[in-house]
């Protein structure tokens, strides 16, 4: 629909609208009304929340995960006209609704069936669910080509790469470079991590996010995510693409090229700036976030990753270079014992331990489609979670 202001309204749907990812995203509608209207918006259990956005934002369709709490959400939308429903397959019909974006921003293997359902629809996605393209990211990709999708990163490192990056003179990059901030155990060694309380764990000293993808980066997991979902989707190989701790978090990450040349993209650590490059692109959009003034900040500092007190990015690497669905393991059991984590059941380093095992028991063979990924997905969880129990 043209508005007066002579730009295109484009109609989005938010997959997991009331996390961090999913009210950043609502953030940089409510600051372009003339640009965005929601179609639809989902969430896990919280149901009130999602009620809430949905009338503040005119949704048409909202579902909850969880049917558990599905009368408080029908409750609340009474009389409002706005279509509501639960289960995880209304979820999936939200991102198969006609819009023109969908924000994929469900934690874990949880937003995989969402996320191809607008993918087969042949809609713009804008991916912060990074587990999905984990688990599946041959088949997501293969899906995109098929169906004229629109794949645009979300997750800061990878905006950052995709800002810079030749994709037609990809014959002059070198590799790529994933910055990393080190999380609020860089530093420590294993003996110091050993007691380490799950309040120390969420106490990220850079950015503001979910609880599962802030623990992810205490234990360095996050960055192995993001290698295997950069390798995804750059097309680049596990040994050309490199990992840098900068604690500042302020270069996003880079690319090398071939003449010696270093491209980075820089900003606040602040969600909405590759939010909203994803939302706007190709064009770019207004922000409330300040350019970085690099005066003020004086320094910023850079040092290897320690692979060694830090055993989750080696082991992502192991992954990656196993290929086949070795990732799909990788991401399970990573998913189940950072849950047992967040929940008090385990230590902090057994997370590591209990996605070590997997990956050494657990014999992947090649998923060829979502639904033997998914398959894979439950054998894993399954699996780990009988060896928390035990
Ligand atoms: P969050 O925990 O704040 O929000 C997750 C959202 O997904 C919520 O709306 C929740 O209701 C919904 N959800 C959770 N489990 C679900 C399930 N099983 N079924 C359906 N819905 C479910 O998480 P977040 O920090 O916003 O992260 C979301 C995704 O974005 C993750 O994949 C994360 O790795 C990625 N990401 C986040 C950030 C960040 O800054 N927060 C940065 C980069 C990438
Ligand atoms: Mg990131």
Request: hydrophobic letters at 45%; proline letters at 4%.
């Amino acid at each position: 629909m043209m508005q007066n202001s002579g730009c295109v309204q484009r109609s989005i749907t938010v997959l997991g609208a009331t996390g961090s990812i999913g009210t950043s995203t609502l953030d940089i509608v409510a600051r372009h009304p003339e640009r965005f209207r929601v179609e639809a918006l989902t969430a896990n259990g919280n149901a009130r929340k999602l009620a809430e956005l949905a009338i503040r934002f005119n949704a048409s369709y909202v579902a909850l995960s969880d049917p558990a709490h599905f009368s408080i959400l029908q409750e609340a939308l009474n009389g409002t006209g706005i279509e509501c429903a639960a289960g995880v397959e209304a979820v999936t019909e939200a991102a198969r609704r006609n819009s023109d974006m969908v924000m994929s921003a469900i934690t874990g293997s949880a937003g995989l069936a969402p996320t191809m359902a607008a993918i087969e629809r042949g809609s713009k996605i804008l991916l912060a669910n990074k587990e999905a393209l984990v688990c599946a990211g041959e088949l997501m990709k293969k899906a995109v080509l098929e169906n004229r999708a629109v794949l645009l990163p979300v997750d800061s490192e990878h905006s950052a790469i995709f800002q810079v990056f030749d994709d037609k003179g990809r014959s002059g990059i070198h590799s790529l470079v994933l910055t990393a901030s080190g999380g609020p155990f860089r530093g420590w060694t294993a003996q110091q991590m050993k007691a380490v309380t799950l309040k120390e764990a969420l106490n990220h000293p850079r950015w503001s996010m979910g609880a599962k993808i802030t623990v992810d980066s205490a234990s360095m997991m996050n960055k192995g995510l993001e290698l295997i979902e950069a390798s995804y989707l750059f097309d680049m190989p596990e040994d050309r693409i490199d990992v840098v701790v900068h604690p500042q978090s302020i270069v996003h990450s880079m690319v090398n090229y071939i003449d010696g040349s270093v491209l980075a993209q820089l900003g606040e650590p602040d969600m909405r700036t590759p939010i909203a490059y994803a939302m706007g692109w190709p064009e770019r959009l207004r922000t409330p976030v300040e350019p970085v003034s690099l005066a003020r900040l004086g320094q910023l500092t850079f040092e290897e990753p320690d692979e060694k007190n830090f055993p989750c990015l080696a082991l992502a690497r192991q992954a990656l270079r196993a290929g086949g669905s070795a990732s799909v393991v990788l991401n399970a059991a990573n998913e189940v014992a950072v849950d047992a984590f967040l929940n008090e059941r385990i230590h902090f380093l057994d997370i590591a331990s209990f996605v070590e095992d997997a990956l050494a028991s657990i014999q992947p063979g090649a998923c060829s489609s979502i639904d033997e990924v998914i398959s894979l997905d439950r054998e894993v969880r399954n699996s780990v979670k009988a060896c928390i129990k035990a």
